[in-house]
């Protein structure tokens, strides 16, 4: 497991994106966001998303579908 997304930063804003954007708001799109330990999260409602972030190790982490 990639233990740079943490849980409870992940699960309100996965629940916003798949709830609210598209019932809501009636759109589609994600959201990319970093708490205050670097814990990183990028839950999305479309096929794909181009994201991206550098690790502590400064290993650079590229992705586009939900993998």
Known sequence: TDTTILNTLTEPLTTLVTRAYPD???GTGGLIAIDNKGNIAMPFNTAGMFRGFIKDNGE???KMYPN
Do not use: L
């Open 60 to 62: 650079m982490v590229i």
């Open 24 to 26: 809501e708001i009636g």
